[in-house]
């Protein structure tokens, strides 16, 4: 902007499909940047671009000697773009909403949790 401060100019997302539900946590980071590449492809084709991931994991199984004909798939289409993928630093206090974004938890509204507490506190 005006600034030059950074500012996002789109946003993404994407429910995944039963199979790639199955995926790893790696792979399913992988796979977000190569669907990510796919939708920001005008903006980003021309370009030199920094992809930011989570885990090294990422970048190593997207560079493996051997990979599965996915993976494979994956890293052709990564192969458009002028792309330097960089390993990101966890930001105090996201480190638990990670975790809790990659896990298969399942949610619970927070009324269920506000009358356990008061099951609990009666109970004392």
Not at 30 to 57: E, G, N, Q
Not at 88 to 112: D, F, Y
């Amino acid at each position: 902007d005006e600034d030059g401060a950074e500012r996002p100019i789109a946003f993404f997302s994407k429910a995944l499909q039963a199979a790639e539900l199955k995926y790893t946590i790696m792979e399913k980071q992988a796979f977000s940047l190569v669907k990510a590449t796919k939708v920001f492809r005008p903006y980003i084709l021309s370009s030199k671009v920094v992809a930011y991931v989570p885990h090294t994991m990422v970048k190593d199984i997207l560079s493996e000697m051997e990979i599965s004909s996915k993976r494979c798939r994956w890293v052709k289409k990564l192969q458009e773009y002028d792309m330097d993928i960089q390993t990101t630093k966890l930001v105090r206090g996201l480190g638990l909403a990670k975790l809790m974004a990659e896990s298969n938890l399942q949610t619970v509204e927070v009324n269920e949790v506000e009358e356990e507490r008061e099951d609990v506190l009666g109970k004392l």
